[in-house]
Every structure is written in C-alpha cells, then in structure tokens.
C-alpha cells in the first residue's frame, strides 16, 4: 500500500536521521543543556508550585508579543496547533496553501477533507482560509510584508482567516519577536517552542488569535487532547522569561553555520539556493533526477540526510538544514559537495 503524501517527511527525518551519518534535515537548533541555561528542571520544584501552569505560560507568550493572555491558546507542539486552526477555523472547507510549502501546511487540511489549492485566488470564497510559513519552510526567506497586509485586507471583506505559521520568526532576531498577529482580526499565527529553542521533546506550542477564535479553538482542544503537560509548560515558562539567553545561543550557531553554507554553494557545482533569516534553504540541482531518488542515493552513498524537495512542493530541489554542530555540518556538507560534483561532472 502505498503511503500517504502527508507522512513522508515525517517519515523520512524521523526514520533515517538515526542511522545518518551526517544529519542535515533537522530544521531545529538542538537540545541546550537546560541546567547551563539557568532552568530549573527538578518534578520537586515543579510539583511545589501550586500554580495554573497554562495560564502562566499564556501570560509569558503575551509578555513577549505584546498582546493579551486571553488571545493565546498552548498546545501539545505546533502540530496540534495546525490541526486546530484548520480544523476549528477552516468553516468554508477551503484552504489555500501556495507552494512550496511545510508538508502539514497542506497535508492536514487535506486530511481533514478540505478542498486544497496552491494558487492565491484574486477574489477568495468565503470562509476560505490561507495557509502560509514565514520565513517560508522550506526556502527560509521572509515572505512579504505587502504581500500578507493585501492578502488579509481582501480575505478579511470576504471572511477569509489567514493563517501563518511563525515558528523560524525568531531567527531573524529582531529585537523581540515579531508577529503578524497585529495586522488584522481575521490573522491567526502559531509557532513553537522546538526549533529556535530546541525543547522538541517538551511539546509545547501555542496559537494566538482574537478571543472568540480562541475559544473556538479551546473547545476544539478538549476534544483532541484535553490538557498539555504541566511539567512541559513549566520549563517552557522558564524559557520565555530568560529568553536572551536562549537568543545569544542561536544567533551564536546560525551565524557559524550560515557561513559554512554560503561556502558549500561556492564550492558546488549546478547548485543555487538563497538564504533567508531561518537556519535552512531550498538547495535548486540542475538535471532531471526526482528529489527523492537524489536524496536516496545522496544517503546511500554518503550518509548525508536532507530532505527532499518533493515534500514541500518543490521538484528538483532539496532543503538543507545548518542546526547541527560544527563537525557535523562541516563533515555532511563537504561529502554533500563531493557527491554533487561527481553527478555534475558526469554529466
């Protein structure tokens, strides 16, 4: 049977990363040593604090953009997240999701039966809702803030919701964090604390919208998943409140990394890509080899792990992730470089 569109990145990253050599399909920063960081992680302290950890956690997302607790809702990673917003929000059963694209941008509500476009209409249908990455995943460039203020003003006259997924917003480390969230009553964002932060493994992520979506949402999560967990949201609170220190450790690896991926693209033949503010870029390959048979062969023969192109919606192209440390990003993008200058000199 064959598996479905919706999995294979998931599948991919998750099933070969272990037996990587060089895993370069990573998107997130990797786990920080929590204790080094000044976060307490003892269940004593946890469980001596009688306090509502959701509510805490809602007022330390709000410190941080600036709006109220009341229009933040946290969720088990920024899976559930996407769920709830296409699932809870998406009433006119349309989405519209221009590629390329993050697999579960387009994946879910296809899941969930909606009619699913890739094209930005010039007049929407009501109730249709936009789904959109930024900085876009998987090229890692900033979409246009022109762009997102005409599409909300013309989907909010027509009762459109545009939902953004911010998740690699903070790597463009402006100051604090912004967000779209601003712009328009009918803009909804998520994001998450797994990749700029590396706490994959507490599955903590949050949705932001006005009040009544919010609640939408709320009743949605009771019948999906409840509650998140009090200990993860806990650390995350932690997190938040002593962010700088979580930002001087990203900027201090992305900066490093991102000058070893501009040398890699020097030194490599019949390749092209653009680097935008998120720590991976869409790698563009000349010839006709689909995406995924590279990156098969790709590993294979070198151990190196990327992603294939194909899962985002884009051929001949695959997205290289620069998280890892300095050894491994060295080693897998010098045997990346190899591997593709042998196929181009073959021809």
Same mark, same amino acid.
């Given at each position: ?29 990797? !786990?920080?040593? =929590? ?18 950890? !959701? ?28 769920? =709830?917003?296409?699932? /809870? *929000? ?15 941008? @387009? /994946? ?21 809702? @936009?789904? *959109? ?16 203020? &005409? ?14 997924? !911010?998740?690699?917003?903070?790597? &463009? ?13 009918? *803009? ?5 604390? &797994? ?15 006005? %009040?009544?979506?919010? +609640?939408?949402? $709320? ?13 993860? =949201? ?6 938040? +409140? ?7 450790? /990203? ?42 048979? =590279? ?16 899962? @985002?919606?884009?051929? %001949?192209?695959?997205? $290289?992730? @620069? &998280? ?17 200058? !042998?196929?181009?000199? +073959?021809?």
């Amino acid at each position: 049977m064959m598996r479905p569109a919706e999995d294979r990145l998931f599948s991919w990253v998750l099933g070969l990363g272990p037996k990587s050599k060089y895993n370069l399909s990573s998107s997130g920063l990797s !786990e920080p040593d =929590l204790s080094s960081m000044g976060i307490d992680t003892s269940f004593e302290s946890f469980a001596a604090e009688k306090v509502d950890h !959701e509510r805490k956690f809602a007022e330390a997302v709000a410190d941080l953009y600036k709006v109220e607790p009341e229009n933040i809702l946290a969720t088990n990673g920024g899976s559930e997240a996407i769920y =709830l917003v296409y699932s /809870a *929000l998406g009433n006119g059963r349309k989405a519209v999701v221009p590629l390329p694209n993050y697999g579960p941008m @387009f /994946a879910v509500p296809r899941a969930l039966g909606m009619e699913v476009g890739n094209t930005i209409p010039t007049i929407s249908d009501h109730g249709t809702i @936009f789904g *959109l990455t930024d900085p876009n995943n998987p090229t890692g460039r900033s979409l246009d803030t022109k762009t997102i203020e &005409t599409l909300t003003t013309s989907s909010r006259k027509k009762g459109a919701t545009v939902f953004i997924n !911010e998740t690699y917003r903070e790597f &463009t480390f402006s100051g604090f964090p912004g967000t779209h969230f601003a712009r328009s009553p009918n *803009l909804v964002v998520c994001s998450t604390m &797994t990749k700029f932060y590396g706490l994959g493994r507490l599955r903590v992520g949050w949705v932001m919208a006005d %009040r009544n979506s919010i +609640r939408r949402l $709320l009743f949605a999560k009771w019948a999906v998943s409840g509650h998140d967990s009090e200990y993860s =949201l806990w650390i995350a609170t932690q997190v938040l +409140r002593k962010r700088q220190r979580f930002v001087n450790r /990203a900027r201090r690896i992305t900066s490093r990394n991102s000058r070893l991926v501009r040398m890699f693209l020097a030194e490599t033949d019949g390749v092209s890509a653009e680097l935008g503010p998120a720590p991976f870029c869409l790698v563009h390959y000349k010839g006709f080899q689909g995406s995924l048979a =590279l990156a098969k062969a790709l590993f294979e023969k070198t151990g190196v792990l990327v992603a294939p192109g194909d899962f @985002f919606g884009a051929p %001949r192209a695959f997205r $290289l992730c @620069f &998280t890892a440390d300095e050894r491994t990003l060295r080693g897998g993008l010098g045997a990346l470089s190899d591997f593709l200058n !042998e196929k181009s000199q +073959r021809g």
